[in-house]
């Protein structure tokens, strides 16, 4: 049988007029040919620029065998919502009222008289997310149709309870969703609320643990004194380099006053991501500060960012960083050292060694231009001090890290020389630290079958021999899918795709996790897997952050299975410990109903601009822009303007709303 969407004039239609199933258009024919046939009508309705009705359609439609299932055993008809807003309205309002919810793609199935006995949305083509597969839910309806007629008004509750009977034989549907609010109780009784931050000293940034805060605020009274007092302690602290930006390691105190001086890579490529997201003063000073600082201080000739910096210079731990101040009043004079005394916290007594102090900013004070012009003084004199010794070694995961919060900066911040570092550190990582390139993943392809494997470190552009772990492809595939989303190139998606492959090859469990080494590394006693943060990501809480992500660009259910079967598979650990979880966490609440997936097209310029800074306010959003509909990029695909207008495609728990062009609906739309 053809296809009789060809001679259609919507061009959502004309996407469709190749798929094997066989879809009419809305009319009285397709009714009386359903009761010729004794069959229920199966109701399809879309539109052009909707991000998972492609989805759907290459999973379901596309696929020879499920469309012969629903050429056999329906009449299908496909409707564009935007053509016929009459027939979208009426079944729209039936998939609420019998779902809850709705949007698009929307799937309903109706009796020969155009009454709805069963609606939904997006349904996968295997069980995943909580949801079976479509060709599940189409034998469901079909058995339902030949051997309950009579009962036809209340097959809809009995196809629920079928389906749900086959969710739950179909795997641990919903073992994921963690009790998130369990989770802010737990940390709420570890909450130091007088110095901010878990526990007692010594007191590490706690980075995951408040990214996943920083997404459930909104839902829960007792967070944001717990994010907004951590983050202002740590920043107002001796733990922050107050002259030079950069978070030292931890405090060795519980009032974040004296650190342990060594400043590492990754807690400053977490931290300047975290500050930049937080959309406040503080949070753009601080990310603003410590990104020009690990541009500074760890970036290296080949493009890429060292590990670390030293707590000791001259063999002293602290000497570069401490002040004393007879040492403010020689390099600032008389009056401004006295002021700066005051400011930084710096007593005779001293906070530290020897009546030296660190130097805190509990309080900004009412003379800003002051103080940078002290600040600049302090730094000028600093930098003729000894200066810690530079570890210079290129982590790949580290470095991951560091392309993540850069572009957050970047993005955030308005400061393009963000990411234009970010793009030199993601060269350096796929120039020096993969290898297997011999079979590229194709242009275009948003995916790779190429077994491109990372190595862990590299030095002076030269690579070394230790293969990398789960970390490091995590992190990378996460670095190199906030460029996708900051530069709009797909070579980047196709990157992340090949590691990720890699990784779901290589790195899985038999529960559905990951170990932290691949099935063909050097045998140790026992094969490594911890699933715990701990000052950076766990290498399961990386990669799960990358998968969704992926799923997000691409559409590809697989990587959203596998998110959801490694967040199943660590749901005690979130459960029990969730300081030692945080980056999991961040990813199942975010996951629980997305992540929201935005896409921001039109001609650049200052409406567009205003549409992506709102989109990326957005927690946990995933959003691209570009100036039109682009196929190399999924959620690009079939995006264009409206009315010439640059506009906002919003899509959530694989059903699509409207787009917008005003910044402030797209402000308004729920996270």
Same mark, same amino acid.
């Given at each position: ?357 660190? %130097?805190? &900013?509990?309080?900004?004070?009412? @003379?800003?231009?002051? $103080? *940078?012009?002290?600040? #600049?003084? !302090?730094?000028? =004199? ?98 190199? %899918?906030? &460029?996708?989303?900051?530069?709009? @190139?797909?070579?980047? $998606? *196709?990157?992340?795709? #090949?590691? !990720?492959?890699? =990784? ?168």
């Amino acid at each position: 049988m053809a296809n009789r969407l060809a001679s259609a004039t919507s061009p959502y239609l004309l996407q469709h007029a190749q798929n094997p199933v066989y879809w009419r258009e809305w009319s009285p024919e397709a009714f009386e040919e359903a009761r010729r046939r004794d069959v229920p009508v199966l109701l399809s309705v879309g539109y052009a620029a909707c991000h998972w009705c492609h989805v759907m359609a290459h999973e379901s439609f596309e696929d020879e065998t499920t469309a012969a299932y629903m050429n056999e055993h329906f009449v299908n008809i496909k409707v564009d919502r935007e053509e016929r807003p009459d027939v979208d309205a009426v079944y729209m309002a039936a998939t609420t009222a019998m779902t809850g919810s709705g949007g698009w793609p929307m799937t309903v199935v109706l009796d020969h008289d155009g009454n709805p006995f069963f609606a939904g949305t997006y349904f996968p083509d295997q069980p995943r997310h909580g949801q079976p597969a479509f060709t599940q839910v189409l034998q469901a309806l079909s058995e339902a149709w030949t051997q309950r007629r009579s009962e036809i008004g209340a097959v809809a509750e009995n196809v629920r309870q079928h389906l749900a009977a086959i969710s739950g034989v179909a795997g641990a549907a919903g073992d994921w969703q963690v009790d998130v609010g369990a989770a802010v109780e737990a940390l709420a009784g570890e909450f130091d609320p007088m110095a901010g931050g878990f526990g007692g000293a010594p007191k590490f940034p706690p980075s995951m643990v408040l990214e996943f805060l920083r997404r459930v605020a909104e839902t829960d009274s007792r967070v944001p004194h717990m994010l907004s007092r951590t983050v202002a302690a740590m920043a107002g602290g001796g733990i922050y380099d107050q002259v030079g930006g950069g978070f030292a390691r931890y405090a060795v105190d519980r009032g974040w006053v004296v650190p342990h001086f060594e400043k590492m890579l990754y807690d400053n490529a977490q931290l300047i991501g975290l500050y930049a997201r937080l959309g406040t003063e503080l949070g753009d000073r601080v990310a603003q500060e410590s990104a020009d600082w690990m541009i500074r201080e760890l970036g290296t000739a080949e493009g890429g960012f060292a590990s670390a910096l030293d707590a000791d210079s001259e063999g002293v731990e602290g000497k570069f960083y401490v002040w004393t101040p007879g040492e403010l009043v020689e390099v600032l004079g008389a009056d401004d050292g006295a002021w700066a005394a005051e400011v930084f916290e710096v007593t005779e007594a001293g906070t530290f060694e020897e009546g030296a102090s660190t %130097l805190q &900013l509990r309080h900004r004070p009412d @003379d800003p231009e002051r $103080l *940078e012009s002290v600040k #600049a003084r !302090l730094l000028a =004199a600093r930098a003729e001090r000894v200066r810690p010794t530079r570890d210079d070694k290129v982590v790949a995961a580290w470095n991951g890290l560091a392309i993540s919060g850069l572009v957050d900066a970047g993005l955030m911040l308005g400061e393009r020389q963000y990411v234009d570092a970010a793009v030199a550190a993601a060269e350096l990582l796929w120039r020096t630290h993969c290898v297997g390139l011999d079979t590229p993943p194709p242009s275009g392809s948003g995916g790779s079958t190429s077994d491109v494997r990372l190595l862990r470190v590299s030095r002076d552009g030269a690579a070394g021999a230790h293969a990398g772990v789960l970390e490091d492809y995590g992190c990378v595939a996460g670095g190199f %899918l906030a &460029l996708t989303q900051a530069t709009g @190139d797909s070579t980047w $998606l *196709e990157r992340a795709t #090949a590691l !990720l492959d890699t =990784a779901l090859t290589h790195f899985r469990a038999e529960d559905g996790g990951f170990y932290d080494t691949a099935d063909d590394a050097e045998a140790l006693v026992t094969r490594p897997r911890d699933p715990s943060d701990n000052a950076s990501p766990s290498g399961t809480g990386a990669m799960v952050h990358a998968l969704v992500t992926a799923h997000a660009l691409t559409g590809e259910g697989r990587y959203r299975t596998a998110a959801e079967e490694t967040l199943a598979a660590t749901s005690n650990l979130m459960t029990k410990a969730p300081r030692f979880a945080g980056w999991s966490l961040a990813a199942a609440a975010t996951m629980k109903d997305g992540p929201l997936e935005i896409a921001v097209v039109g001609p650049p310029g200052p409406d567009r601009d205003a549409l992506e800074a709102a989109a990326r306010r957005k927690p946990g959003a995933v959003v691209v822009v570009a100036d039109e509909a682009r196929d190399d990029i999924p959620l690009l695909s079939s995006r264009t303007p409206v009315d010439g207008k640059a506009a906002a495609y919003v899509c959530r728990g694989f059903v699509c709303e409207r787009p917008v062009t005003s910044p402030d609906d797209l402000a308004t739309t729920p996270t």
